[in-house]
């Protein structure tokens, strides 16, 4: 199963929103998350 990690844009590159690679539902989930916080971008990326 592949990986993954939620990153958000912070102005002058991409930062992990998490140290522990995940599944992709739950990555995906901590990505959406951030984005209701007021995260304007972000991505999944694989670990």
Do not use: E, N
Not at 17 to 28: G, I, Q
């Amino acid at each position: 199963m592949k990986l993954y990690v939620a990153t958000f844009w912070a102005g002058d590159g991409w930062v992990d929103l998490h140290d522990d690679p995940r599944p992709f539902r739950a990555a995906s989930d901590a990505a959406y998350s951030a984005l209701l916080a007021g995260r304007a971008t972000t991505r999944l990326r694989t670990a």
